[in-house]
């Protein structure tokens, strides 16, 4: 079947009618936290494991930790970078996640932390002082520890390739299910061994925690997020089709097109929606919902329409009634979107749309670290 063109004419975007966030598989009214939490929340969360990101097994044999100092005189802040070797075992077979930490000279009491999921390579990022994909300086000299992980340590950003890592060592039955968990998956699970490492380590202060991708990074932030209530913040930056965007909108690129470049990132089952996202029972409102009450951040840049800024923020805006209708956290995000306004809203939930292409760029990290702040001082 021939892939449609992709569309930018907002004339040609479906009227949007979206699945109620409200309302139960079963028909029963979500009107009270309980509900939510005990019904509504579980049901979702199986909703898109089932449809989109697979399974997200979370059993293993052991988990072990080696730390090993290394020396780095790039960064004025950074009084030590250390490496840590996440060691994963199940079944006989063991893979190793390196996960790079860089902790500030001034340091009070435990670490507030910041994770970015990289499918950039990780010693490019910390070599590249000017590179600001992973702002180290900047995270650091605000007190905060800064970690990274390569996906490619636990499943390899390749269509060829992406089982060789957890999927093949721990989990290969995952392979033969059509909800089986694929690359996205793989990377939040990823993200939640690091969680393991944080929690093990007096150092870390995981109550002030935050998990953040870019792009393909940030759909696995979301889904991470989504199932890892530990993270205190979830960041998503211009994370579009399979991330923060609505699929319903056919808008830049679409369920088609993300199945047919990057099969390996979702489920087979997902492919049923290939140019059928009307028939989709769900869409990503929901998937943004299951963050809550915890910080979410949505971040988008103008010139990124690939990735359906507007598409974004209504999906944004519809999770938000999560925050304000059941857990009382009134959300002031304006009603309409507008693409010429540079915005910025730090509530419960953080958003910006700024200038410029698509990029994690210093803008992003200023923003997401002042929303962290934000919500990390309230908590003393
Ligand atoms: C694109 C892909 C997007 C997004 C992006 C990125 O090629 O279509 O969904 O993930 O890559 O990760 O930068």
Redesign the pocket.
């Known amino acids: 079947m021939a892939q449609q063109t992709p569309n930018y004419d907002e004339s040609i975007v479906p009227p949007l009618s979206l699945p109620d966030l409200f309302v139960s598989q079963k028909g029963i009214p979500i009107r009270s936290v309980d509900t939510w939490e005990n019904e509504r929340r579980p049901e979702l969360l199986a909703l898109f494991a089932t449809e989109v990101y697979g399974q997200l097994p979370t059993d293993f044999d052991k988990i072990s930790f080696v730390e090993k100092k290394v020396e780095s005189h790039l960064y004025e802040s950074v009084a030590q970078m250390q490496e840590i070797t996440i060691k994963v075992e199940r079944n006989g077979n063991a893979v190793n996640i390196n996960l790079f930490v860089f902790k500030p000279k001034e340091v009070r009491g435990s670490l507030p932390v910041v994770l970015l999921i990289s499918?950039r390579k990780v010693s490019e990022l910390i070599e590249n002082v000017e590179d600001k994909f992973f702002a180290i300086e900047d995270i650091v000299s605000r007190g905060f520890a800064a970690a990274v992980f390569d996906v490619e340590d636990v499943s390899p950003d390749d269509k060829n390739r992406f089982s060789h890592g957890i999927l093949d060592q721990l989990y290969p039955e995952q392979l033969q299910m059509s909800d089986g968990m694929r690359g996205l998956g793989a990377w939040a699970w990823g993200a939640m061994r690091a969680m393991d490492y944080f929690e093990s380590n007096a150092d870390f202060e995981t109550e002030k925690s935050m998990v953040v991708g870019h792009?393909?990074g940030g759909k696995a932030a979301l889904w991470c997020g989504a199932n890892d209530t530990r993270w205190t913040i979830t960041v998503s930056n211009e994370s579009?089709?399979?991330g923060a965007a609505l699929s319903k909108r056919k808008y830049g690129?679409t369920v088609e097109r993300?199945n047919t470049?990057f099969p390996f990132w979702f489920t087979d089952n997902f492919k049923q929606y290939n140019s059928k996202e009307e028939s989709m029972p769900f869409d990503q409102h929901m998937l943004l919902s299951l963050i809550s009450p915890r910080g979410l951040y949505v971040a988008s840049s103008k010139d990124d329409q690939?990735a359906d800024p507007k598409g974004e923020y209504l999906s944004l805006l519809n999770a938000a009634r999560v925050y304000s209708e059941l857990y009382n956290s009134p959300q002031d995000l304006p009603k309409i979107f507008n693409p010429d306004v540079n915005t910025n809203h730090l509530s419960s939930i953080g958003y910006h749309l700024r200038e410029g292409e698509?990029d994690l760029s210093a803008y992003d990290w200023e923003r997401f670290l002042d929303f962290a702040e934000m919500k990390f001082s309230a908590l003393k």
Do not use: M, V
């Open positions: 499918h792009s393909r579009g089709c399979g690129e993300i470049s690939w698509h």
